[in-house]
């Protein structure tokens, strides 16, 4: 074959896989055909995704207090004595001192409002912990040990729950992303009369794998003794791993 069929030859196989991911690409924008110009080299882009389910381990835990008083001192008072009887529980139920970081500190004015006019009812300590629990059983335990000692200046504001070492879990994601890439990227071009070779280009992006129960929300009274553990179900939590890969066409 002359170069000039040579060139008509790759022009045809061009327009053939061109056609062949238009019709593709109706249904699924993760996959692309590219052309490197005048050189008539092609590829198949595609992208392709892994997820692969696990049971967490850890308990991230925001929890602290907010107290109120007519003066800055006494609500100052009053937040260290609630705060230090949550933290003693916290160590009581086996949570270390690393674990144990303050989040948020602050003091703030408190106004009530009447017919326009503003008059100043007092002062807010908040203060507020993020905890790590690496005993996840413990969590139900945890959280009414803390609203018992904090009483009605608890403030829970949000538990998470993570794996602590996802990276097994993210290898099989990550196998059954290239898996997925790679399936339609053959689908492409049997459909486009042409064989994949190698990749050319592979880039990735994973998920953290972390569920969050964000809703805040202040202890209102302390947990009662004749009532049962608060439930908390940690569930099962997603490791997803997407991957871009372009192989080149033979």
Do not use: H
Not at 145 to 156: E, F, L, P
Request: proline share 3%.
């Amino acid at each position: 074959m002359n170069k000039r069929k040579r060139v008509a030859g790759f022009a045809t196989i061009g327009a053939v896989v061109a056609l062949g991911v238009f019709a593709a690409g109706c249904g699924d924008r993760t996959t692309r055909v590219e052309t490197s110009g005048g050189q008539g080299q092609t590829g198949i882009s595609v992208t392709g995704e892994g997820k692969v389910s696990g049971k967490p381990d850890v308990a991230k835990l925001t929890l602290g207090v907010n107290a109120e008083s007519d003066t800055v001192q006494k609500a100052r008072d009053q937040a260290a004595v609630s705060l230090d009887a949550i933290v003693k529980t916290l160590k009581n139920n086996g949570v270390a001192d690393k674990d144990i970081q303050t989040q948020q500190f602050n003091i703030q004015p408190q106004y009530d409002y009447n017919d326009g006019n503003q008059r100043l009812r007092g002062f807010q300590v908040t203060n507020i912990l993020s905890v790590t629990l690496r005993d996840i059983n413990k969590t139900s335990r945890v959280v009414d040990d803390a609203v018992k000692a904090g009483g009605n200046d608890t403030a829970i504001q949000g538990l998470a729950f993570t794996i602590d070492n996802p990276a097994d879990l993210q290898k099989q994601a990550r196998e059954k992303a290239v898996a997925d890439a790679k399936a339609k990227a053959e689908t492409l071009a049997q459909v486009a009369g042409v064989i994949i070779g190698a990749a050319m280009n592979i880039s990735e992006n994973s998920n953290a794998p972390v569920f969050y129960d964000s809703r805040s929300a202040r202890a209102g009274i302390g947990a009662p003794d004749t009532g049962g553990p608060t439930p908390i179900q940690p569930g099962e939590l997603d490791v997803t791993v997407q991957v871009s890969i372009t192989w080149a066409i033979k």
